[in-house]
């Protein structure tokens, strides 16, 4: 491992579950919050203090940019990842001057989405279904739903950035896209303003026929890919984590923060198959797309 100071900037849920993983994988990690609770309450406090090799921003998705700025008007040359989506809204970065750039998409590290991609190399893919859905009053236990980020548009709220981590796979696995349609909203069942469920259909390069359906509303709790290729039908369950072919399944195990370990190793190294700084802008372009798609009721094209 390259990095041995890291600092994280951000202390919601996310940013300590980054800290704590950092932590476990022997690394001295400095915390950057404007609330109470961190070390340090500004990025140029940390680095001048902290020195660090490895930047974690986590802070709300509409603060990503100017974070990412400040980041690097102060001087720092490491490797950074941020938190997904990479921005709220599609903007071509300034030239960083950082060595290496990741987006926080750890489900590209996730044992079942391996084996998934394993199976699927070579091979001629027909349809696509893919499903995540989970309640988010369940989310964050003991706070209101209404009041966090996730269910506010000015922090990036909404499904598709929330849940964006469909598109990210979706992307890496059969992309580029071609065109999108887009059908959802704001039901109101979860009494929040932004977009709480979504189904998208995509024409991508790989995956002639692709449906994505994401909400707020699951009370199960749900992240399955589900994919019909020449002889076989693959389905990979997140949660469950096992992958079936043709209804045989296997059990693969998980640990809770394994695939933030690997995503976190991979960014510290620059290595793949972390989610790039291009991969995690072209993701924000398929969440505007899709908005647009939604408000015209049209199929939108790159």
């Known amino acids: 491992m390259t990095s041995t100071t890291a600092i994280v900037v951000g202390l919601g849920s996310i940013g300590t579950r980054h800290a704590r993983v950092l932590g476990g994988l022997g690394l001295q990690v400095a915390t950057v919050s404007r ?50 989506p990479l921005f709220a809204t599609p903007a071509s970065p300034p030239k960083y001057p950082f060595a290496h750039v990741s987006v926080g998409y750890n489900l590209r ?28 009053r369940d989310w964050r236990p003991g706070r209101d739903h209404r009041a966090t980020a996730s269910a506010t548009a000015e922090a990036g709220g909404g499904v598709l950035r929330d849940l964006s981590h469909e598109l990210d796979y979706l992307l890496w696995l059969f992309g580029p896209w071609h065109r999108v349609a887009a059908l959802g909203g704001a039901s109101g069942a979860r009494d929040l303003d932004v977009d709480d469920h979504l189904d998208l259909l995509l024409d991508m390069q790989r995956a002639p026929a692709v449906h994505v359906h994401m909400d707020y509303l699951d009370r199960q709790g749900i992240r399955r890919i589900r994919v019909n290729v020449d002889d076989d039908t693959i389905e990979a369950d997140l949660v469950g984590s096992r992958l079936s072919v043709n209804g045989k399944t296997t059990e693969i195990a998980c640990e809770r923060d394994q695939s933030y370990r690997n995503m976190h190793i991979a960014g510290m190294h620059g290595a793949s198959p972390a989610c790039s700084l291009a991969e995690g802008l072209g993701v924000v372009h398929l969440i505007d797309a899709s908005e647009r798609a939604l408000r015209t009721k049209t199929w939108i094209s790159p």
């Open 109 to 136: 590290f996730h044992p079942v989405m391996t084996a998934l991609a394993e199976r699927l190399h070579g091979r001629d893919v027909i349809t696509v279904a893919a499903y995540v859905g989970q309640d988010i």
């Open 35 to 84: 609330r109470e609770g961190g070390d340090y309450g500004s990025i140029t406090q940390a680095l001048a203090a902290a020195h660090p090799d490895y930047v974690v921003i986590a802070t709300e998705t509409m603060r990503h940019a100017d974070d990412l700025q400040e980041l690097a008007q102060a001087g720092f040359h490491g490797k950074v990842l941020v938190e997904k």
